[in-house]
């Protein structure tokens, strides 16, 4: 009973504070505005961004140091190290990038949130902010009744940045006349006492607000108005690098193992970045004095200082930390080990990547790949073929000559088991992801969801085309088992020219103009073999009941071909200018 | 004015589908040039080839890949165009 009013208690009495008391209202007011800022900003990059942050986030991170200064642009632009800890999460989960990678971008990301402090020190605190945060919140409110939602993701950015700027000056003026009654700078503490006690507060702070940069924004606007002495505000500052890791580890409890790699990594930073900062805080402070003038920083802006120290410590967390990023990530995936994938589970489609709309995709192509690798294994064992055969060096003859031993395979379980549950999950997942996307990503997703049919369908096709080869493989009929194996060397020929694309790394022109002379050949094959069952029909070397089944396999063969052709030129070929030239491209 | 209407006149003001448009018909002019030189190249190949020996299946498969290069060029013009 008890237990069940601790919280309506606590907001009651909250509520009691905040309206009895005006400076109070005022500054956890203004930190309200700030956290709503914060949080269209993140929405708005989102959909402003239009899949360009990912781009940027994939594309440049292919060394630490690259990805290190990626992930302090991304954030330093984006002013979240939350959204770009989500997006890179997603990466990391449909395996875009590696965990090296993520690990540096996370650090890159931890110099880039120490602009919010610069934004608050200098623009928020130098100019009467609240001026420009109105008319940007008039105009985000007129751009989110835009049907581009690239304008309505800017709508909300200038909201967001409305709102941050106007929670700044609430806070501000909440410190202001806070201060005509209370003091807080008395109760300012010396030493390492003091450093301890307000690295505490920070942390809890950060813990509570569940945010740093609101936690900064607060120290910033206390230290400006002198109501924190500034070595305590330094204390602070620690404080809050401290208790975001702390939301990090909270938050990515509940996450995948990418989350919990990365949220340890985080932790490791913060905590290494930390304790340096204690025991050298004196030191630190005497660098901020004497590179204060570098920046022209006036020696009693304290508020600019504060901004310095914390991207300084900051920068010599990554410097210190940065040289080890191999064995921390060695470390974390021994921490965190992959569990066992079941066969008819997906590989890289991760709740974290449905919101994200360009991971999204790239997740799903790598899904429907995974779902075609798949459907090979079982279409190659249910025509009596290894794939180590299919794609060895051995001319096709050969191969189909060393391989007629039938293989006991039961394709209807494994389509039941396995291929259908993958299918299933692929369509899941385009559905609900097809939400956060616009008109361009709803087309690829159809494209997608129309390939992986295609695909689960060739396997329902193979489960035909097995039952006649195994009945007629043990025929006396040589003419019988002749044309079984030339729809066998067929598929072989299919199967080797998909992979030949797969690996090739040219002209996506000379890919789509191999898949469609692969697509007039297979055409070129069924019309020959019609005329050759026509011919042996004629000289009754084979009876009609044959030659229907023969024919029908033929058509089998002839369509699991097409089908996985088609789904080569959606997988493969990138650009929709060249992927749209393709034979019946988006056809059923 | 009703903000609707407003909008949907920033939204004309601010129209990307025609600067989207350009792009395309950009990159299909470039398809179709790389298309081309494929195709010319391939033509001479088959040239030199058919001095030597015109019945190799090697030949035979050139000349099916011209006949795709020929098709998809005049798909891409005929995508340019309608564009």
């Known amino acids: 009973m008890f237990k069940r009013l601790i919280v309506p208690l606590i907001f009651l009495v909250f509520a009691w504070f905040i309206i009895s008391n005006n400076d109070a209202r005022t500054i956890i007011a203004g930190i309200a505005i700030f956290l709503i800022g914060m949080h269209y900003m993140e929405n708005g990059f989102r959909l402003f961004s239009g899949g360009a942050l990912e781009t940027v986030l994939e594309k440049f991170t292919s060394t630490t140091p690259k990805a290190i200064g990626t992930g302090f642009l991304a954030t330093a632009v984006v002013q979240s190290s939350s959204l770009v800890s989500v997006i890179i999460i997603s990466f990391l989960s449909a395996e875009l990038i590696g965990l090296t990678q993520a690990v540096g971008v996370v650090f890159g990301s931890n110099i880039g949130t120490t602009t919010t402090a610069w934004l608050v020190s200098s623009f928020g605190l130098k100019i009467k902010i609240s001026q420009y945060a109105l008319p940007m919140l008039i105009f985000g409110v007129i751009m989110q009744f835009s049907k581009q939602l690239s304008y309505k993701g800017l709508g909300s950015v200038l909201i967001g940045l409305g709102f941050i700027f106007l929670g700044i000056a609430y806070m501000k003026d909440g410190f202001e006349t806070l201060k005509q009654g209370l003091d807080l700078a008395e109760y300012a503490m010396e030493g390492y006492l003091g450093v301890f006690v307000y690295i505490l507060f920070g942390a809890v702070a950060t813990v509570v607000i569940q945010s740093s940069s609101a936690t900064m924004a607060i120290i910033i606007t206390a230290l400006a108005t002198g109501q924190i002495d500034y070595i305590n505000a330094l204390s602070l500052a620690i404080g809050a690098n401290v208790g975001t890791t702390v939301t990090a580890v909270i938050g990515a409890l509940a996450s995948n193992k990418n989350g919990k790699r990365l949220a340890v990594a985080h932790f490791i930073f913060n905590i290494i970045t930390g304790l340096f900062a204690v025991v050298f805080i004196y030191r630190l402070k005497e660098l901020v004095d004497f590179l204060a003038p570098v920046f022209s920083i006036a020696s009693s802006d304290y508020a600019m200082k504060l901004a310095l120290f914390h991207t300084i410590f900051n920068v010599v967390g990554v410097l210190l930390v940065a040289p080890f990023t191999n064995r921390m990530v060695r470390f974390l995936e021994t921490l965190f080990q992959a569990k066992e994938m079941g066969r008819g589970q997906v590989k890289y489609l991760t709740d974290e990547v449905m919101e994200i709309p360009a991971t999204a995709l790239a997740a799903l192509r790598k899904e429907s790949i995974h779902l075609y690798d798949k459907s090979l294994e079982a279409i190659a064992h249910a025509m009596n073929l290894h794939r180590h055969e299919i794609f060895s060096e051995t001319a096709i003859s050969e191969v189909i000559g060393q391989s007629n031993k039938p293989i006991a395979i039961d394709v209807d379980k494994i389509y039941q088991q396995e291929i259908k549950s993958l299918y299933g999950e692929i369509i899941r997942y385009s559905s609900i992801s097809q939400s956060y996307m616009d008109q361009e990503g709803n087309k690829a997703i159809y494209e997608l969801k129309l390939t992986a049919r295609r695909i689960i369908e060739t396997v329902k096709d193979v489960r035909e085309l097995q039952k006649n080869l195994n009945y007629y493989s043990k025929s006396h009929n040589d003419v019988i088992i002749e044309k079984y194996n030339k729809l066998r060397s067929q598929l072989v020929s299919v199967f080797r020219k998909i992979q030949q694309v797969r690996d090739f790394e040219g002209d996506e022109e000379d890919i789509l103009t191999q898949i469609e002379v692969q697509k007039v050949k297979s055409k070129e094959h069924e019309a020959e073999m019609n005329h050759e069952i026509d011919a042996l029909i004629r000289e009754n070397k084979i009876d009609s009941n044959t030659a229907s089944s023969l024919i029908n396999d033929i058509g089998f063969t002839h369509g699991i071909s097409k089908k996985l052709l088609k789904s080569a030129v959606t997988l493969w070929v990138k650009e929709d200018e060249i992927k749209e030239l393709g034979d019946e491209y988006g056809h059923e | ?83």
């Open chain 2, 1 to 83: 004015m009703g903000t609707n209407k407003l909008m949907d006149k920033l939204n004309n003001f601010f129209d990307l589908s025609e600067n989207k448009q350009k792009t395309k018909q950009e990159k299909l002019l470039k398809i179709i040039h790389k298309l081309e030189e494929k195709k010319t190249a391939l033509e001479q190949k088959m040239i030199k080839q058919s001095e030597i020996d015109e019945t190799i299946p090697a030949y035979h498969e050139m000349s099916e890949e011209l006949k795709v290069l020929s098709k998809l060029i005049k798909k891409a013009k005929k995508h340019s165009i309608s564009d």
